[in-house]
Structure formats: structure tokens, C-alpha cells
Antibody
Framework: EVQLMESGGGLVQPGGSLRLSCSLSGFMFRNYAMSWVRQAPGKGLEWISA????????YYAASVRGRFTISRDNSRNMVYLQMNNLRVEDTALYYC???????????????WGQGTMVTVSS | QSVLTQPPSVSGTPGQRVSISCSGS????????VYWYQQVPGTAPKLLTEGNGQRSSGVPDRFSGSKSGTSASLAISGLRSDDEGDYYCAAWDDRLNIYVFGTGTKVTVL
């Protein structure tokens, strides 16, 4: 059974930093690209970043490029999102869903966790 | 800016068939596979269709996805009250190398 859990969210001031973690199990983690998707309160889904199965390729939405960094540790089945220079508009629930089959880049997201909430406020 | 445009809302009565459209630019999505997600309020999104409209595991055949050129659609037949929620299309933008979710459509069962 696939299990995933996001953690690391919390309250941070504008300009601050947070590091989100995502722990996954129950499948061959090293064979799948991984993404982070967020949802601001009352708003739609926004994909923000992805990393290929090997970690060699990373992709970012324009809204976070240069501020966020995605990484992974295939030996520990973990994905991370380092978020720097946070803005009020980064306030959202952050998910790291499991991809159906993507290796180099995302395809579709078949399993979602509960997410971890990030609140950026002074 | 890469955008997949959906109607803000769609409504229907129980048993009715409704359709949700999703359109993007040819340069970004002309050859892309379009996926559909359902999100019931207060819960995480759920994948409805994978590549070429194939339904995800456990999704009833009342849901069907299709794509023609740069437009896609999700049809829900035999509308039920538990179909209420937000629906999103999504695709990989080959030009910008980003994944894009549609603007979202709220489905209401009258």
C-alpha cells in the first residue's frame, strides 16, 4: 500500500524560510518523478515544482522559481521543498502527490496525502 | 503565462449529463495528454482520468474524458449528488516545461 506524508509546514513571517518534507513508501520511489502542488485557501490547484526520478532534472512554476528548491533522497524515499523569501501569497496547503508513471517529468497524480499547511504572515 | 481555461461553474439535475470544457494554446498543449481531477470540498484531489481519457482505478464509467486538438472535455453522465465538487483539468506544457492545472469548474447538482 502506498503511503505518503507531508510535514514541515507552519507559520512564518514574510521573507522567512521553511523546508517541507514528504515521506513515501509502498512503491519503487526511485522510479518516479515527484511534484509539489499547493492550494491557497479557497483557491484552485497550483503545481509549483517537480523533480525527475534520478533528481537530475528539476522544474519550477514561474511563481516560485528562484525562491524554492526541490530535492530528493532516493535512499530514504524522501522529497523536500526548500522555500526561501516566503511571501504572503505562498500561504497554502502543500501536497506531494505520487505520480502515476512519470520518470523524467510529471504525468498525473494518483495518490495524494493530507498536505501540510504553510502560513506566511506577520 | 500558461493557462488551461475552464468554465467557472456547471450545474445539472440528478441523472442528467453534464460536460466540462478545458482549452489551452496549441503551442503549449497541442500534443499533450490532458488529465482530470475531482476535489470534493475539504478533501484532497482525486485523479479521474489518465492518458487518452482512460479512467483511473475505481472511477465509474459515468466519467469520460476526451480531447481534440487543444480542447478537452470531461463528461459526467447519470449525475449524482456526490459528484458535487470542483473539477480540474491538467496537462504538461511542452513549451514552458511546466505542469498546469486548469482554472477549475464547480459542479452543482440541483
Amino acid at each position: 500500500e502506498v503511503q505518503l506524508m507531508e510535514s514541515g509546514g507552519g507559520l512564518v513571517q514574510p521573507g522567512g524560510s521553511l523546508r517541507l518534507s514528504c515521506s513515501l513508501s509502498g512503491f519503487m520511489f526511485r522510479n518516479y518523478a515527484m511534484s509539489w502542488v499547493r492550494q491557497a485557501p479557497g483557491k484552485g490547484l497550483e503545481w509549483i515544482s517537480a523533480i525527475s526520478a534520478t533528481g537530475e532534472d528539476t522544474y519550477y512554476a514561474a511563481s516560485v522559481r528562484g525562491r524554492f528548491t526541490i530535492s530528493r533522497d532516493n535512499s530514504r524515499n524522501m522529497v523536500y521543498l526548500q522555500m526561501n523569501n516566503l511571501r504572503v501569497e505562498d500561504t497554502a496547503l502543500y501536497y506531494c502527490p505520487k505520480d502515476t508513471s512519470g520518470y523524467l517529468r510529471p504525468n498525473s497524480f494518483e495518490i495524494w496525502g493530507q498536505g501540510t499547511m504553510v502560513t506566511v504572515s506577520s | 503565462q500558461s493557462v488551461l481555461t475552464q468554465p467557472p461553474s456547471v450545474s445539472g439535475t440528478p441523472g442528467q449529463r453534464v460536460s466540462i470544457s478545458c482549452s489551452g494554446s496549441a503551442s503549449s498543449f497541442g500534443s499533450s495528454v490532458v488529465y482530470w481531477y475531482q476535489q470534493v470540498p475539504g478533501t484532497a484531489p482525486k485523479l479521474l482520468t489518465e492518458g487518452n481519457g482512460q479512467r483511473s482505478s475505481g472511477v465509474p464509467d459515468r466519467f469520460s474524458g476526451s480531447k481534440s486538438g487543444t480542447s478537452a472535455s470531461l463528461a459526467i453522465s447519470g449525475l449524482r449528488s456526490d459528484d458535487e465538487g470542483d473539477y480540474y483539468c491538467a496537462a504538461w506544457d511542452d513549451r514552458l516545461n511546466i505542469y498546469v492545472f486548469g482554472t477549475g469548474t464547480k459542479v452543482t447538482v440541483l
